[in-house]
């Protein structure tokens, strides 16, 4: 059994399939799915999957750095009014993003750092987004970091050092496709690091694994993923299924 750490299944690349994505999911022995949220207008949709795959979906809360835009402050009011009205697995995805636009660091940095406080509060891990920024999260983390803080540096595309920073604050390294692309990197020196901080994801509809390289991705990729990190550590496919998915039981107190 695989647990999916990060997948955006509400969107809508699978509008015209979810129920048959879900079920291959399923069926390839995917068992539980953690839903990252990326603004206010994809929050019902969240709210929906949960009431269709009830003990199997889980969600989280927060704002994503690229919907970090001048309307910020409704937004992180909107995302600390869901947690009055309910509990959430984490505070995510939340982080800096610099590919696409670097004028909104700074906001960028205060919304991450304020979430952050938010997780803290609720005791919750969070999940990070970096992408072109991991000065700048660092940044953050550093200003952040004491004994509350923890969670998941998703889809971490790094060098050992930045991996071993990243644990330093206390995340757990989220690895989805990339450790399958012959250009990924991460592949050369990701069985140096303990399993116990690997959680696996697959960030779909982004970022299939090799063979799909491409194409849309979707949570039964998994196996995929799975795969190619048991040939890196050199052990069976069913040692990296158990021990990931209780390193993501640890993160989430499932």
């Known amino acids: 059994m695989l647990t999916d750490t990060h997948t955006h299944l509400y969107s809508e690349a699978f509008d015209e399939d979810r129920e048959q994505m879900m079920k291959r999911s399923i069926d390839a022995g995917i068992e539980r799915f953690f839903i990252p949220a990326i603004d206010s207008g994809y929050v019902e949709e969240m709210y929906e999957l949960e009431k269709n795959y009830p003990g199997q979906v889980f969600l989280m809360m927060g704002l994503h ?3 970090v835009k001048e309307n910020y402050e409704d937004e992180l009011a909107y995302v600390e009014k869901q ?4 509990s959430f697995y984490a505070v995510g995805e939340i982080g800096v993003d610099l590919y696409w636009d670097t004028s909104t660091l700074a906001i960028q940095q205060d919304a991450f750092k304020r979430q952050i406080q938010l997780a803290k509060k609720h005791k919750l891990p969070i ?3 970096c992408r072109d920024a991991f000065d700048e999260v660092f940044e953050v983390l550093e200003s952040e970091k004491d ?3 923890y ?3 998703h889809c971490f595309t790094g060098t050992k050092e930045q991996a071993e920073k ?8 989220g690895i989805g496709g990339v450790v399958t692309f012959k250009n990924g990197k991460i592949d050369q020196f990701l069985s140096e690091i303990d399993l116990k901080h690997i959680v696996l994801e697959t960030d779909s509809p982004y970022l299939s694994p090799t063979p799909y390289r491409g194409k849309r991705n979707e949570s039964s990729y998994l196996k995929l993923i799975c795969k190619k990190v ?13 021990v990931t998915t209780q390193n993501s039981k640890e993160i989430f107190s499932i």
Request: glycine share 6%; charged share 30%; no cysteine.
């Open 65 to 67: 750095p690229t919907s």
């Open 83 to 86: 947690f009055e009205k309910r």
């Open 127 to 129: 999940v990070i987004h």
């Open 147 to 149: 004994d509350d803080l």
């Open 151 to 153: 969670g998941i540096f």
């Open 166 to 173: 990243a644990l330093s604050y206390n995340m757990k390294l």
């Open 230 to 242: 048991a040939e890196l550590y050199g052990i069976s496919e069913e040692e990296v299924a158990k």
